[in-house]
């Protein structure tokens, strides 16, 4: 079943991009470029298009021009991304594209877009090039990064009480990055990082890593890893008791994969999300249209792409319409950001600041359902969750 839905997306893509008719100019046109089968395709997938549309929807015509939503799977391959964003700018009137996923296809998006006068809306992609060395006219970012994962979610369990951190990190550039960002969060907060251990990625045993963050007296295990990894080191903690000596931290950890993981395993994390289904009377709503074709409650990400289409919708609607992308994303700086789901503004490197919801997975004894995973814990305000403008190589940055 997953190779035919696999299939019938692969066909999407042609249908979207090998179309011989030229796009109707008078119509607004908005790409959910994304992983609709793949890994991350439960953070931001089908949910992103279905986002993306509900966001069309509830703006309506810019301008008295509709606003039409088409997709296509990336494969995870920053290659393939280009050549349908190429196609989309081309030949189907692309105005804008929204979520990129990853890193590296945002950053591979960003000259093309720069290039062809369009706007690249990231929501999910998590590097901080995007709003500093790799900034552009072009883009904005609306997702959490690596910034928020490495210090603010450290700054928060500082504040309170954990002191003395041992790092599990898995052992390439995603982990490095987060190892270097979290040791310098609890250094600078007066805490301690009182060991480290790297892990090749897809380990099976942890057993020798654990024991080395038994005897390091820490009060505090962070697991700057991910996917399978994640849920292997964190079941096999638990198997070794270390949950009843340390506070689990999980900086890059998320609703779906919380989802995934089950409440056995996840209990008792802290997490940070930018929004959760069920915070209150807006999210719980729009849950309720959203799951009509999803089935399922929607992501952070995909709380993130509706945010993002809605602003970006207003500022067409500003400029008088989405021709010049560069003046349309502008306008996205001029203008206070307002949905039903986040406050807040964009910054001149094109960063959203928005706060950030700090939560714990709750306990199987807690939860009213399966997508009833999270309580709330605090926020992280907006002006502490990203990276600061002080000292940015931007160029966007005056």
Sequence with gaps: MKTLTKSLYVAGILLSVCGAV????????????????????DYSGPGAVEAAKLAAKDFGAVNGKPVEIIYADHQLKPDTALGILRQWYDNRGVDAVV????????????????EKNKVALNTGAATIELYREKCSPNSVMWSMDN???GHAVPDF???????????????YAFGHGMQALITEAVTAAGGKVVGAVRHPLGTADFSSFLLQAVGSGADVLAFANSQGD???????????????????????????????MGLELGQGMTVV???YWDFNDETRAFTKRFEVTTKRP???GQFLAYSAIYHYLKAVAAVGNPTDGAAVVAKMKELPVSDPFFKGTVRADGRFLYDVQVSTVKKPSESKGPFDVYKPAGIIPAAEAFAPLKGSPCSLVK
């Design 22 to 41: 030229r796009a109707d100019e008078n119509t607004i046109r908005i790409g959910v470029l994304t992983d609709m089968s793949g890994q991350m395709s």
């Design 99 to 114: 979520d990129l996923t990853t890193s590296s296809i945002a950053l591979a998006a960003v000259n093309v877009t720069r």
């Design 147 to 149: 910034y928020t994962y």
């Design 157 to 171: 369990v500082l504040k309170n009480g954990g002191k003395k951190w041992f790092l599990l990190v898995t052992d």
């Design 230 to 260: 994640l849920v292997n080191s964190l079941k096999q903690a638990r198997e070794f008791g270390l949950n009843s000596k340390m506070a689990f931290v999980a900086p890059a950890n998320a609703y779906h994969s919380v989802v995934s």
């Design 273 to 275: 999300d930018p929004q």
């Design 298 to 300: 929607p992501t952070g």
